[in-house]
């Protein structure tokens, strides 16, 4: 038999298990507010906050890595909020799974998971809401009342508990985005919030908790709601400012499949939202929402 040369024999030496990495200690568990909030007393240092409603993908997974290299300690909150769910939502069928989301928080080292009770966020007798007033408005606002007063209700309560120094917010959301840094400026919350760029799947589409409801034929007409938005980018790219011509093309293009049902297509002012008509002179938020079946899926890019 063949000699092992000598430096294989080093390598080897070096995988074996004394010497090897320690596995991940596991995140703390934290359940209620006063729970979460003494761990906080007891961690100083950076903290950075990544809120969740859970049934993590890689897009949230993009979030905790940026917030675990950025500061000495994370937290990630999975909370499935009643109060942003309208009645005829998808509240009681939002998919959960809390074993997987703890895991794949275990493997990436996040120093504590907050997984409050519902009745621990909003005991009996609760009535305080947060209401940013005009960014609000339109897009989801108008298409689903009272959500974001449940999202920033729900985020600010989260920053109390959690503390962070930054927070974690995906692109993809776009208006959850804008809503939340208007709030944080206005009652002086003193939150970094950091947004991060949409993670996609290989074909284009956006990751999201909600694509596990998508059938199969409507996983692979899905993709079309990128190439949409990426037909409208190349032509902006290429001097097109006509605010018309821009929601035309994505709108245009959607229509060709028949398994998507558009609800809005909209090209706004890339901070207030507010839509903007006739040329284009600032930088814009490109976004839409479709169903697919009873999956309503969204996606944005910005044109800057
Ligand atoms: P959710 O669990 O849907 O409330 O999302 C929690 C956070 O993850 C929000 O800040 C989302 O914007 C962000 N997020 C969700 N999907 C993606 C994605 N595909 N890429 C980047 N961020 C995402």
Redesign the pocket.
Known sequence: MAQVPADLRDARFLLDEDTRPPQPVPPVILTTPTAMRRWRAANSGTLGFV????YLHE??M??VRRSIEENLHTVVSIFVNPTQFGPHEDFSRYPRDEVRDLAQLSAAGVDAVYLPGATDMYPEGYQTYVEVEQVTQALEGAARPGHFRGVTTVVLKLFNAVGPDRAY?????AQ?LRVIQRMVRDLDVGVEVVP?E??READGL????RNVYLTPEQRVAAPILERSLEDARAMWEAGERDADALRDAVASVLDGELLADVEYVSLADNVTLDELRGEVNRPALLSLVAKFGKTRLLDNVELV
């Open positions: 809120p969740t409603m859970g897009g949230h993009e979030l917010f995906g692109r993809k959301d959850q991060c949409i993670v956006a990751m999201s908790s």
